[in-house]
């Protein structure tokens, strides 16, 4: 089916940013929506941003002003620009998508996830 990757995570200081991106590939007749979510250790993944054809939504408080989801659809890829981090969002990052197969049902995939680590 559908293969996501992730990339761009890693170690940023307090105030900094990074630029996750995440790429689709393999078997699907298109994409309806693709979304980022996080994780830390202990807790719930939490949808984070997503985007779909009439745009991005931001669905967690404390990433609204300062993260922005945007879409390369020629491209397959997605990404996360996150400004101003913090120490809290460091946490393991999730791109999903949600797409329809070549023979109509509609299913989703996950990226294997991409630390990101902000150090005070």
């Known amino acids: 089916q559908m293969q996501l990757v992730e990339s761009g995570g890693g170690l940023v200081q307090a105030g900094g940013s990074l630029r996750v991106s995440c790429v689709a590939s393999?078997?699907?007749?298109?994409?309806?929506?693709m979304g980022w979510y996080r994780q830390a250790p202990g807790k719930q993944r939490e949808l984070v941003e997503a985007?779909?054809?009439?745009?991005?939504?931001n669905y967690a408080d404390s990433a609204k002003g300062r993260f922005t989801i945007y879409r390369d659809n020629a491209k397959n890829t997605v990404y996360l620009q996150m400004n101003s981090l913090e120490p809290e969002d460091t946490e393991v990052y999730y791109c999903?998508?949600?797409?329809?197969?070549?023979?109509?049902?509609?299913?989703?995939?996950w990226g294997q996830g991409t630390q990101d680590t902000v150090s005070p």
């Open positions: 985007i779909t054809t009439d745009g991005p939504t």
């Open positions: 999903d998508a949600d797409a329809f197969h070549p023979s109509g049902y509609e299913f989703q995939s």
């Open positions: 393999g078997t699907f007749f298109r994409i309806n929506a």
